[in-house]
């Protein structure tokens, strides 16, 4: 099938995704019978662009990386807004990738809802939209008969959302553990080599994986997010921020690891939630110390992982990139195709 | 969807679905709008019997539990033989789980291909078909507009083929590498708590993990066959058996794994392959000692695990169970899942 795509918002995610969908072109249209063109981009620091007929995307980029306007491309109509650019191009999908504010949601929600109400496919990785409203839109969705996907929210582009909702249907989920947030653990990662926890963040900090104020990564509140979203969107509750407990990694000494070493353990922050007998449900954020032969203790570095607990499979585990500029980009392609699968059958 | 179902064999693997199905029925319904009978069985122990309104699976079950033949049960055709029932009956998808020579693939084969000529749906989770016949029997199936699903082929119910193929898609795989065998990683997991090879062995034998002649375990033949499936079926090549290097656990001994623990490492059975910069590949069945942060060196027990190497998203690894009556039986489910959805869509 063919789609006109549009991107509101256009920083490093939508740039990874135009990268992977300029490179595979071909291979997307042979092996998936994907095609596409992109029709409109409309970012608040970039501006804005329009052409029906599809942009030339390598000038695109071109110009966006010399740090240029893209009111300085050649042809097509400049100066639309979000809204505008949902409503009024011919685009059949939103990409929406805006800068948002993970707490409120906004302006991702308004710029979701406007579309489904549209009768526009949405792909989207922003957080926030699913942690506060994700049943709303879902419902949404279903009620225009369009599409919002979202599996980039949650271990980027490792297929972790789509893991529980396609593989692993037929199963009662029953709760989850995580290794939610990879800048913790590259932290622990280098604390386990004997860093101390403030050499370790800076360290994080020089590579990009924490930002000038870490505290969103460091106190847990990332892991948090995901927690929320797993809990709605796979176990099929309806839960907010205040919900989970959470403690976060700055108390973590290096006696502490080292202590849990000699243990045969190590420390991990574990984003989880399970359901209890009577239904209800207990979601935390919390430094465990796991054993070594846990399938999550053996994951280092940056990566993240996460296990379901199900009841026809046991624990089934997910390990892979929880971030990054192309593996993030390759979430939104996972739900590009699976809206293609979906409406070519 | 409403399907009609055939089993052709009904052993351990059937039955695990049969209760599965039973169990979960209305779920089943509701939330994916899966509608079943299972109108015929056909296996070469137990008679056949049929009926085209679909048989009482819980009569079907009883009879079966006690030791008898299925001709016992009171109404339907009885006498069928199992290219009869493919043909001849009007089940729409056949469920192929006889017990099956995995070097020849036979009688497996014979049954896949009279399904598919016949325009049926499979699915099964006999490896000999699809390590012998993979590319033949998905092209055949492509040509007659029905779908042939193995998912159970490798590790069991936990998805790693449907990860591969749905989730990953748009990725180039290039490689991967896995514990594949629960037998031989249960009793490496025996050995590293002290026991000999021996005593592991029995213990294996005595809980049913492994057979009383174990050679198709322990010296990495059926690891091998799943190298084989995977190479085919996910890097898109076309090689047999004795393509793969082969080599089992059988000469680790206690001080292999003693020396590998002072390493900081461990010793796991790792079936890979990887395609080379010329295309081509080098597969094998090997003994390896993994660094314990390897995501694969914290599988233990019977637990299976496979890692892709991709080139969108690094590695991304799968953990979970590779044998079992209801975790193999599952696997079918996902393959009926999966037809429904692509037909329903």
Sequence with gaps: MKFKLAFIGFG?????????????KELLE?????????????DIMKGSVYDENGLDMKKVLELVKKGKKLDEYPTGQKGMNAIDTIKKTNADIIIEVTYTDVKTGEPAIKHIKTALNAGKHVVST??????????????LAKENKVCYGFEGVVLAGTPSLNLAYYNLSGNNIKGFKGILNGTTNYILTRMEEGMSYEDALKKAQQLGY????????????????K???????????????????????????????DAAKSEGKRWKLIGSCEIQKDGSIKAKVWPEKLPLNDPLAGVMEATNALTYYTDELGSVTIVGPG????????????????????LKN
Tied chains: 1, 2.
């Design 126 to 139: 922003n957080k926030g939209p699913v942690v506060k409203k994700a049943v709303e839109l879902l419902d």
């Design 323 to 342: 971030a990054g500029r192309r593996e993030t980009g390759f979430a939104l392609l996972i739900d590009l195709l699976n809206i293609n699968r979906n």
């Design 30 to 42: 042979k092996k998936y019978d994907f095609q596409y063109s992109i029709v409109a981009i409309s």
């Design 12 to 24: 490093t995610v939508g740039q990874g995704l135009t990268d992977i969908l300029l490179e595979k």
């Design 227 to 257: 927690v929320v979203i797993l809990t709605n969107v796979v176990l099929g509750k309806n839960i907010s921020w205040e919900d989970v407990e959470r403690k976060g990694i700055t108390q973590i000494t290096k006696k502490d690891i």
């Design 210 to 225: 924490a930002e000038a104020d870490p505290t969103g990564d460091v106190e847990g509140l990332d892991a948090l997010g």
